[in-house]
């Protein structure tokens, strides 16, 4: 059973999104809550496997919330999933750098938010790595670029796999361009992400862009 923990300040749009939910025979949502502060409590109390939070709430907005929750090693099993009304915007670069495993549009269609509760409950990164590069890689391309040292921590082999991360390959496509095994390319991934304190895929994305080791165009 998939535990979730549902965020967000408007009553209306968490009564549509556990309705939604529990019509599933493997989803239960464990708890609400109006603002972040709230879903710090709840989560301790709860532990669900993913939150959906909302952006913007008063108290504490998501981005605060997700970065809490990201770096309390008691949170290490929750999946913070971004809700958001807009697509792609700083606000939800920022919380995907927070920690964020991906996020979803409200106006998602029902399919896709169930899809995107059971990818994000596995620890995977919630969009396709190719969805999410294309994302970030548009707003990468609208800001500077921050001086990056970390890339020194990693081998040439983890540099060229966070590269494929970045550019949307999985770790079968990843091992079948690098010849290597599944599970080899897996290691040199799970390796990767330890390194740069990634807290998932989504963040290596992240990471990858930043660093200037995958650019917006060569990542197309």
């Known amino acids: 059973m998939i535990r979730v923990l549902l965020v967000d300040d408007q009553a209306l749009i968490r009564g549509g999104f556990r309705a939604l939910l529990e019509a599933e025979d493997d989803i239960e949502v464990v708890a609400e809550a109006a603002n972040g502060e709230q879903a ?15 952006v913007q709430m008063p108290v504490m907005d998501g981005i605060e919330a997700t970065r809490r929750i990201a770096s309390d090693e008691r949170l290490s099993g929750v999946h913070v999933v971004i809700l958001t009304n807009y697509g792609l915007d700083e606000y939800v ?44 890689g548009e707003y990468v391309a609208r800001r500077p670029q ?9 081998t040439n082999r983890e540099r060229e796999v966070t590269a494929l991360v970045a550019r949307g390959l999985s770790n079968d496509e990843i091992a079948a ?11 040199h991934v799970s390796r990767a992400m330890t390194k740069l304190r990634a807290r998932d895929r989504a963040q290596l994305v992240v990471f990858a862009y930043e660093s200037g080791l995958v650019t917006p165009r060569a990542g197309r």
Do not use: C, W, Y
């Open 93 to 136: 670069f920022n919380a995907l750098r927070a920690g964020a495993g991906g996020f979803l549009v409200k106006d998602t269609e029902p399919a896709d938010l169930l899809q995107g509760v059971r990818v994000a409950a596995r620890g995977d990164a919630l969009l396709s790595p190719a969805i999410t590069r294309r994302l970030i």
């Open 177 to 187: 361009h690098m010849v290597i095994s599944p599970t080899t390319a897996k290691t």
């Open 146 to 154: 921050p001086d990056h040292g970390g890339l020194d921590v990693l």
């Open 40 to 54: 710090l409590a709840l989560a301790l109390q709860h532990l669900p496997d993913v939150a959906l939070i909302d």
